[in-house]
């Protein structure tokens, strides 16, 4: 599966939605996932708290996995 951009309009983030997505890979069979996100993102926490490690980075980006 590869996805090209996620994101959540800025009006309904901090609801669990991004974590929800995370939860909902896992249940359908997917048992890594890996993402590239801008250091600036205001997601990074979220990714952090459902259990993405940084495994590389660049001045811009953080390289991001995650075993679901």
Known sequence: LFI????VYKEYRGQGIGS????????K???RASLAMQKANYAVKMY???GYKTVDENA????MVCDL
């Open 4 to 7: 090209c951009e996620v994101w």
């Open 20 to 27: 929800q997505l995370m939860v909902k890979m896992k249940w």
């Open 29 to 31: 069979g997917h048992e």
């Open 48 to 50: 952090k708290d459902v």
């Open 60 to 63: 811009k980006e953080y390289i």
